[in-house]
């Protein structure tokens, strides 16, 4: 299945700047799922988060790409190749994971002085005008409200829309305009030296070497920073939003096809995704449910919960629950988080 999209020529513009997704992390909030699955091939509505993230850039003109890879990196990478094989793609491995601004840092000789990046975090969907901001100078970060802000990069703005300071993950916010992972930067040799920087000096907050605090050394070199607004932005990185984002963006993208006489005394309750090969029978299948490649459904009632590849699932009943690939389940009704090469048996009583 390819999940790269097709777009109008009339519409599609090529961008210069290079797109930079940074998918080293390990994805600890979602484990056991991450053991084996890096955390941006988790499918949603029917498609892996990357391919979300890298299908929105190329509509917005992208054309060259820098992953920046660790853990399960050849999982990323074979999984770029195989569906965006017409891109032009670079992987850098990020061999000791030590922060966002060291992941940009180790992409300094595959950018050019003259030439701007787009950062996008790999593990948030976002909605925002791309192909807009990409038309404007200058550099821009996406942000937006949030609840509590003390667990993001925050930003403070001017009546001018311009950021004046950046602080990631303050103990006393000034600000709830959170950064939401997305960041134009035309001027990318300061950005590269900014990087250089703080990492020569071992400067860190809180362990790690933060973009947010290269960021802030731009803005006090004079560098102007505008904020856009980013519609809607879904961080992927807890079960119980993973969920609810599959729920949402299927909603948002209408009812799937299906034939239903394919699958024998089953009912499907709209919206959900039904990927190739997949053999459902007396089941009831939704709502909000996305299935993985070849998975088995037999006598299970599911609903609210992801699926993932070749999973086989028999006399269960599902709800919230996200499952692995390759993972086997008899006999249960429960909300679950299973890994992927789970085998559970729970079709006899225990006394």
Request: glycine content about 8%; proline content about 4%; charged content about 20%.
């Amino acid at each position: 299945m390819t999940y790269g999209c097709r777009y109008s020529c009339s519409t599609f513009y090529i961008c210069t700047m290079k797109a930079i997704i940074p998918v080293a992390g390990v994805g600890v909030r979602l484990r056991p799922h991450t053991y084996s699955q890096p955390k941006p091939l988790i499918p949603v509505a029917g498609k892996p988060i990357l391919g979300f993230i890298i299908d929105r850039l190329v509509q917005a003109g992208f054309t060259e790409f820098i992953f920046v890879i660790g853990y399960l990196g050849e999982k990323i990478e074979a999984f770029v190749e195989t569906q965006y094989p017409d891109l032009s793609t670079h992987f850098v491995l990020q061999h000791t994971r030590e922060g966002l601004g060291h992941a940009i840092w180790l992409c300094r000789d595959l950018v050019e002085d003259n030439e701007g990046v787009f950062i996008a975090l790999g593990d948030t969907i976002f909605e925002a005008d791309l192909e807009a901001i990409m038309q404007q100078e200058g550099s821009a970060l996406g942000l937006k409200k949030v609840d509590d802000p003390r667990d993001f990069g925050v930003a403070e703005v001017d009546n001018e829309g311009l950021i004046t300071r950046l602080v990631e993950k303050p103990n006393i916010p000034k600000s709830n305009l959170a950064l939401v992972g997305l960041y134009k930067i035309t001027e990318s040799k300061a950005l590269f030296d900014a990087l250089d920087s703080n990492i020569n000096k071992s400067y860190k907050t809180q362990g790690e070497f933060h973009l947010t605090d290269a960021l802030m050394l731009m803005i006090m070199a004079g560098i102007p920073f505008q904020s856009f607004k980013v519609q809607n932005w879904y961080d992927c990185g807890k079960k119980e939003i993973l969920l609810e984002t599959n729920a949402i963006l299927m909603k948002k993208m209408g009812m799937q096809k299906h034939d239903q006489f394919a699958y024998d005394n089953t009912i499907i309750i709209d919206p959900v995704s039904i990927a190739p090969g997949c053999e459902i029978s007396n089941s009831i299948i939704g709502p909000n449910v996305t299935l993985g490649e070849g998975a088995v459904l037999h006598y299970s009632i599911i609903r609210d919960s992801i699926i993932g590849n070749y999973s086989n699932i028999e006399d269960v009943v599902l709800h919230h629950s996200v499952i692995g690939s390759d993972a086997t389940i008899k006999g249960l009704s429960q909300s679950l988080s299973i890994g992927d090469n789970t085998e559970i048996d729970l079709s006899q009583s225990f006394g």
